[in-house]
């Protein structure tokens, strides 16, 4: 029993944990512009994060190596040490985007406006990085992320005509009124929003934190493979919302406001304060993952000692760069920048920085010097080659679809 | 053709964009309001969806406003956009002090706040219509 | 005299012609074996950690200098293909190989001096240095 | 028994993980320092092998040049390492090398003086 109750809330938690500020925002604008036109996007992005959020905790539970402690040794110091600089500033701006998150999510539940949410906000997630246990603080930001399966049960409610939603997925019909380089731009942007650097970093060094056996490891390999699925699942159905309340009446989500209107009607109040509390909780997970990871890039580049299992002052340096990096995120977001804004070019830049961690990782699962008999099997390798061919085509996509189009305006 | 100009085509396609733009504010306006009315969404969540089509409909202004309309079709696209994205508003402006009177606020029995939901709905629905028209003229979708 | 000074550094023959770069540097590790004791079967124990054996166990002794490796074209990472066998993931070792293709070892016995004080370090082979294969 | 493993430098030793004798991480190996017999000069030709493990401003010297005093680097004896795996593994614990000093003045002087810094975050929630 207690092996049930552990199975299933490792999966929960990568429900509640898959869907942050990113998914939410990029998958509200998509559906209410372009309907479920690019859900298959979604799709090849699930996948893609199953395979390497696998593959990475693999590589790092087996050789006891982190993502960037691999990225140096394999990249050299000079070309990881360009590597680590990008990784670290797009994850600091998923990190911006997050708090800012939190802060629109206790607006919308307050009325008090942002800028005052957001040093509260930041120093929320500075405390419990500080003094929270790993495993507590994981559990519950990802159970209480749960309650964003409030968009599901709101899509039920609204009961759309799903013959249509299922026609604009399949095959894929972008409205006519779109122009097509728009339509391969949001591509992207979702693809970067589900396939985001950060998890893997998070995943990765939670391996090596947590010593994995090869228990764990098949233990984590179901989690990812039925809870990144089932987020997926999640993130459709915020886009499906948006495009049965939001299409047809003309509105083009710009705030996240906008997001929770069709819960709004389709549950009432109630539904509301549970899809706003299931919204705070998720951008809050997302916030101490996207915190630590700029913690670990940094500290596994420069082989500083890191960590969440370790007391602070055994991982001084790993601290001070969380600490330096929540003080950026809210300095930021204090310029009065808009954390939509935010969010979108952290989807997109994830993209383009995906390459820099994924062929790495990809090259040292194949290494038998590190893997031993845990090397790649065949059929993850083609996967594997299928999706280097995505993602490098992704990253190459995004800045140019991002200039033609107006970042999508 | 001048510098600092665009094509005329290029100018009135801004405009449709701004009025597009527009649109969607009215267009969550009214989704707002009748939700609110209806009593399925609170008054927090309410007041802050009117807050941001405000500032939509403040950038819409902007783009319209900073345009420079090199002939005489898109300087009366542009004059009639202004027009009809300055009513817009005047009418959100109105919504929101109606969710503040409806929250309790000390506002009930001012002018500007609308009788009852009714009537803003129909204020919207004028000042939605005009928008519409201008972006059909401008040859918005 | 460091690792850091002799890679990148430009190789020249005893004339004076140049014949690439260094790649990177050969080292043999004296290495003490423990007793009945195996990599591989750690991994075997469902509750021990993955990572408990990481790789190899042996006692490392000294490191003596063996030789440096000289590819004729540029330098460069290597993602840990050329000297391998390794083929998979198609087609990253295939396109990194033949970026190195022709690069050879050479004993550091027959490497005749090495001026660090200019950029970049050059390093001078002796006369009737040897090729050998960068096999490991 | 003892024989010789061949290693080449960039694919098994710069840039991985040191790790002391506690497992606890040190730093990324920078640079590695060679010597001669007897901890003379490293002469070309003659037998040389690896004296010393460098970490920190070697690291910004390989990557944009200049030269740091090379007795001002902070350095590990490579008599002090026991293994080379994935990571290379010292036999010594890191507060007796003098490499760490960074990491250990922001313990005592930051991160250990903020409430809680030296709380254990697994003791309790």
């Not at chain 1, 339509?183 to 990765?204: C, D, H, K, N």
């Not at chain 1, 906008?258 to 997302?286: D, K």
């Not at chain 2, 600092?4 to 009135?12: D, S, Y």
Request: aromatic letters at 6%; one cysteine or more.
């Amino acid at each position: 029993m207690k092996k049930v109750m552990g199975a299933a809330l490792g999966i929960l938690t990568a429900i509640g944990g898959f869907v942050d500020i990113g998914d939410l925002v990029t998958n509200a604008v998509v559906g209410s512009r372009f309907g479920l036109s690019l859900a298959w996007v979604v799709a090849v992005g699930v996948v893609g994060i199953c395979l390497f959020a696998s593959m990475a905790g693999r590589v790092a539970a087996v050789s006891g190596r982190a993502t960037f402690e691999i990225v140096r040794e394999r990249l050299g110091p000079r070309v990881a040490g360009a590597n680590v600089v990008a990784s670290f500033a797009i994850t600091l701006l998923t990190l911006t985007a997050e708090i800012g998150g939190i802060a629109l999510a206790l607006h919308l539940a307050s009325s008090v406006e942002p800028r005052l949410w957001i040093p509260v906000a930041g120093l929320a997630v500075w405390l419990v990085l500080w003094r929270v246990k790993f495993e507590v603080m994981e559990n519950v930001a990802g159970l209480m992320g749960l309650l964003l399966v409030g968009f599901a049960v709101a899509l039920f409610l609204l009961g759309p005509d799903w013959g249509e939603l299922l026609r604009q997925a399949v095959p894929p019909s972008p409205p006519g009124t779109e122009h097509a380089a728009t339509y391969w731009y949001y591509a992207v942007a979702l693809f970067g929003a589900a396939m985001t650097p950060y998890e893997v970093f998070f995943f990765s060094s939670g391996a090596v934190e947590e010593r994995w056996t090869a228990k764990d490891l098949a233990t984590n390999r179901i989690n990812v493979l039925i809870g990144f699925p089932l987020g997926g699942l999640l993130s459709l159905s915020i886009a499906a919302c948006a495009a049965v309340v939001l299409l047809p009446a003309g509105i083009e989500v710009s705030a996240l406001s906008q997001i929770v209107l069709p819960v709004a009607q389709a549950g009432g109040p109630l539904l509301l304060a549970v899809v706003i509390v299931g919204i705070v909780a998720a951008t809050f997970g997302a916030a101490l993952e996207t915190a630590l990871s700029s913690g670990y890039s940094v500290a596994q580049y420069l082989g500083w000692s890191w960590g969440k299992f370790r007391r602070p002052a055994h991982a001084a340096r790993f601290h001070v760069t969380m600490i330096l990096a929540v003080l950026l995120g809210v300095g930021i977001l204090m310029t009065s920048v808009d954390p939509v804004m935010v969010t979108e070019m952290s989807v997109v830049f994830s993209a383009v920085a995906l390459p820099l961690t994924y062929v790495p990782i990809l090259v040292v699962a194949n290494d038998p010097q590190y893997m031993g008999r845990y090397v790649n099997g065949r059929f993850v390798n083609a996967l594997g080659t299928v999706y280097l061919v995505i993602v490098v085509a992704a990253a190459l996509a995004a800045v140019p679809l991002m200039i033609a189009t107006g970042a999508g305006s | 053709m001048h510098r600092g100009q665009q094509e005329p085509g290029q100018a009135t396609a801004s405009v449709a964009d701004a009025l597009v733009e527009a649109r969607s504010a009215a267009e969550t306006t009214r989704l707002t309001v009748d939700l609110l009315a209806r009593g399925r969404v609170t008054g927090p969540v309410a007041d802050t969806a009117l807050l941001d089509q405000l500032d939509a409909l403040d950038e819409a202004d902007r783009a319209l406003t900073t345009l420079v309309p090199p002939d005489v079709t898109s300087s009366d696209r542009r004059t009639e956009g202004l027009t009809t994205v300055g009513d817009l508003t005047d009418v959100v402006v109105q919504a929101r002090e109606w969710v503040a009177a409806r929250s309790g606020g000390d506002l009930a029995g001012a002018d500007a706040v609308p009788a009852d939901a009714d009537a803003l709905l129909d204020d919207l629905a004028a000042a939605t219509d005009a928008v519409e028209q201008a972006l059909s003229e401008a040859g918005g979708p | 005299m460091n690792v850091g000074d002799l890679l990148d550094a430009h190789v020249e023959e005893p004339e004076g012609a140049r014949v690439g770069v260094v790649v990177d540097v050969r080292f043999a590790l004296a290495v003490t074996e423990p007793e009945g004791e195996g990599g591989e079967e750690d991994r075997e124990n469902p509750d021990a950690p993955l990572s408990e054996h990481t790789a190899t166990r042996d006692e490392v002794g000294a490191a003596r200098l063996v030789g440096l490796l000289v590819s004729p074209r540029s330098a460069g990472s290597f993602l840990g293909y050329e000297r391998t066998d390794v083929r998979s993931p198609w087609p990253v070792p295939q396109l990194v190989r033949r970026r190195h293709r022709g690069t050879f070892l050479v004993d550091w016995a027959d490497v005749a001096e090495v001026r660090t004080g200019s950029e970049p370090v050059v390093v001078r082979l002796a006369a009737g240095y040897e090729r050998r294969s960068p096999a490991l | 028994m003892t024989r010789e493993r061949i290693v080449d430098a960039r694919l098994h030793l710069l840039s991985r993980q040191v790790l002391d004798a506690d497992g606890e991480p040190v730093r990324a190996v920078d640079d590695l320092e060679l010597t001669g017999p007897d901890g003379q000069e490293a002469r070309p030709g003659e037998a040389v092998r690896v004296g010393a493990i460098l970490v920190g401003p070697s690291l910004f010297t390989r990557l944009f040049g200049g030269a740091v005093l090379a007795s001002r680097l902070p350095r590990i004896a490579w008599s002090d390492v026991a293994h080379v795996g994935t990571a290379i593994e010292l036999s010594v614990r890191s507060d007796e090398l003098d490499a760490d000093w960074v990491e250990l003045w922001l313990r005592d002087h930051l991160v250990g003086r903020i409430p809680g810094g030296r709380h254990d975050p697994e003791a309790d929630g």
